[in-house]
């Protein structure tokens, strides 16, 4: 990025008590929920360590000080990022001058590989990191999807990065070819004090979950609603949403009224099925047992684009890590009504669906179960002595 870059109408707040010991960037809902989890975590073992964070209100929460929340500005797809790339460019020379100034002993990225990639090699660049000749840490907790596109990453990661926690074992192998140090810590979601945000209930309404993001709610939401109807246009249902700002989305399709629209972070959502977008929730629903499909669809230049680069099977991670389809897909014109209210009826009326699907929720438990060499907090706090 240039001296030229456009200025943000604000500057990062200084650190509240000196010179911080790590600065977390999670730039997206899932990313401040992870991040959070293992902040809460590292705090209640090491009381003293000071954590600044670029995220959201659940680090807020967990004790860190947000400098700005991220997760407002999350974005996906080559066509919404160059809509934000002069906020996004702002917002990367503001954050570099902040490293600069307040040296955390620490940086940990979270996820959100565009920017923080990108982040971690200005850094070292600039001679502000460890690998750049500086005193600055480069942690990065949950892997880019390198298995999935852009391997060469993995590359840069090992130029830049100082070291890698992952979330499923097999990304250990993904590296072996570099001298990054990468450590599987388990998914955050068999974590012990992982709650699910909802609970599978034969008896429950049907669960829509088109996102978290603003613009993909925007396409989706109206499949997942299409789907709905063509099963029974009065079943009782629920929208789970993540933010005020998606919300605003939701409420602009017009959903039927009988809906129930219901914030994250309460009480877990009891559902007898799910239509799914491919994100992280689609993961809860299938720890939880809760039969679905994953409905996707997104601006047609970024949908051919992700054709040409991704080489996948699947798109939902429950799918990928089973290698079947516990959620079948339907993605761009394959969405349509009547094929998801199909997979409704089979998730409602079928009993070998949902033996199926308990037997995938256990494998799946399995597979992403937390090691016995300790979880992410450890990890953290292993690299901030």
């Not at 460019?89 to 565009?114: M, N, Q, S």
């Amino acid at each position: 990025m240039s001296d030229s870059a456009p200025q943000l109408p604000f500057r990062l707040p200084p650190p509240e008590a000196g010179r911080p010991d790590l600065l977390i960037i999670a730039g997206e809902h899932s990313g401040d929920e992870h991040a959070a989890r293992a902040v809460r975590e590292l705090r209640a073992k090491h009381p003293a360590v000071k954590v600044c964070a670029l995220g959201g209100p659940n680090l807020a929460v967990a004790g860190a000080q947000v400098l700005h929340d991220l997760t407002a500005s999350s974005v996906v797809g080559f066509v919404e990022v160059l809509k934000s790339y002069s906020f996004f460019k702002a917002l990367f020379e503001e954050t570099l001058r902040w490293i600069a100034e307040h040296r955390p002993r620490a940086v940990c990225f979270v996820d959100y590989p565009g920017l923080n990639l990108r982040l971690a090699a200005a850094l070292r660049e600039r001679g502000i990191s460890v690998k750049g000749g500086g005193e600055v840490k480069l942690l990065f907790y949950i892997s880019p999807q390198i298995w999935a596109w852009k391997s060469k990453r993995r590359f840069a990661m090992a130029r830049d990065l100082d070291a890698l926690a992952v979330i499923f074992p097999f990304e250990i192998d993904c590296y072996q070819d570099t001298d990054l140090p990468v450590e599987f810590v388990g998914h955050p979601f068999l974590a012990p004090d992982y709650t699910s945000p909802v609970v599978h209930d034969p008896a429950a309404p049907i669960l829509l979950l088109p996102g978290s993001r603003k613009q993909a709610v925007g396409r989706i939401l109206p499949v997942l609603l299409d789907g709905l109807a063509a099963y029974d246009a009065q079943a009782p249902a629920t929208i789970l949403y993540p933010s005020e700002a998606v919300l605003d989305v939701i409420k602009a399709a017009q959903p039927p009224t009988h809906i129930r629209l219901v914030p994250t972070g309460g009480e877990p959502v009891r559902a007898s099925a799910v239509l799914t977008s491919s994100g992280t929730m689609s993961l809860h629903c299938a720890l939880a047992g809760i039969p679905g499909a994953i409905a996707y669809r997104t601006n047609p230049l970024t949908y051919l684009l992700a054709r040409w680069w991704v080489k996948l099977d699947y798109i939902g991670i429950a799918n990928l890590l089973l290698r079947e389809p516990m959620y079948p897909e339907f993605i761009q014109g394959a969405a349509r009504p009547e094929a998801l209210a199909a997979e409704l009826r089979a998730c409602l009326r079928d009993p070998q669906r949902l033996a199926r699907t308990e037997d995938q929720r256990k494998r799946l438990a399995v597979l992403l179960n937390q090691p016995s060499t300790g979880t992410v907090a450890d990890w953290l706090a292993a690299r901030l002595t």
